[in-house]
């Protein structure tokens, strides 16, 4: 639906905001993966989805919290007011869709043989576990809307940054490109006609400059740029800080990954080649680079969101040049997740395919 939507646009010449799209498209793609559900939200004409949409009002009610005092919003709670009864009513259409789902997943399950879907591989663990470790009450719904709301946005807003910095760097999509044809010619992994790209686990693996590009534009533009911790107990920190128990840290990721004393001088710059050494892409230490966060709370979903953002890039920029609209304010708006505040205006034209 993604290329589609691309050729549609394509065709029309019209520009759209492509951070809206892709939102749409990963919602899709991850509804699919822990629903078995395609929500629809991309069908021509962006349709409003009432699951999507409920599900966005939930994200950005609760994120209120974090604005009000206990003592204003926790009374809003109790009697039903403002934007404690929106969030109750939002939260309640997410569950009642999602415990549908369940429901129906369990009634076809044992009629069909083993299943890849994230749904069906928690229900057939509950089933193998019996009554030793079963899994209570909601704890499948919530599992799927966590696993969610912690892949909608993070992937597509990435995506969307990624898009407009080789918009802004073009040598940076060229070298892409380059790798790109190279590999997909010598590994052969298009199809007859020529017009589908058949992807393979050697092949993304390959693809070092691609995963250099995304990882320098993650380091840019982290999906999410500010972290709170609550501490457990006292402590004290490697540099003599010490923190009392029930303190709140705030962990600044968009301005650590700017500091020339842990990057360098060259910091501000975009530069994928930072990431390669020998012709190898080599990770940086994971608090240093703690975008998929750190042990033992790194991100589970690491491996599967640069494998979906390498097949997103690398259907996209076989196809279309993407080019951002002249004129158009790309700033970011901070919240919880590094969305771009306008959006991101673009236009896309065919691209002629290098077959050598």
Known sequence: MLLLFFFFYCLSSNSFDLQEVLIRFTFDNISTVAL????????????????????????????????????????????????ERWLKEAIKVVHDFADKKVRDRRKILGNLSSQSDLLSRLIESENKQGQNRPFLGNILR??????????????????????????????????????????????????????????TEEGLKKMVYLQAALSES?????SVPVELKQVLEDDVLPDGTRLKKGAQVFNFLF??????????????????????KDGTFVSANQFKYPVFNACPRRCLRKNF???QMKMVAIS????????????????????????MKNGLMVTVKPRLVNNA
């Open 218 to 222: 993650l380091r840019f533009y982290p």
């Open 36 to 83: 078995v559900v395609n929500l629809g939200c991309l069908a021509l004409g962006l349709p409003e989805v009432p699951f999507a949409k409920a599900f966005e009002e939930a994200t950005e009610l609760t994120l209120l919290r974090f604005l009000m005092p206990p003592f204003v919003w926790k009374p809003l709670k109790f009697f039903g007011l403002g934007n």
């Open 316 to 339: 996209v920029l076989l196809r279309y040049s993407v080019k951002g609209v002249e004129g158009h304010s790309v700033v970011p708006k901070l919240t919880t997740t590094l969305y």
């Open 255 to 276: 301005s650590m990954v700017r500091m020339e004393s842990i990057w360098g001088k060259d910091c501000l710059e975009f530069k994928p080649e930072r990431w390669i």
């Open 142 to 199: 919530d599992f799927c809307a966590s696993f969610i709301l912690a892949s909608r946005d993070t992937t597509s807003v990435a995506l969307a940054w990624f898009f407009w910095l080789i918009h802004k760097n073009p040598q940076v999509e060229n070298k892409s490109l380059g790798e790109i044809y190279e590999i997909l010619c010598h590994l052969k992994c298009r199809t007859h006609d020529d017009h589908i790209t058949v992807f």
């Open 305 to 307: 969101s640069y494998t």
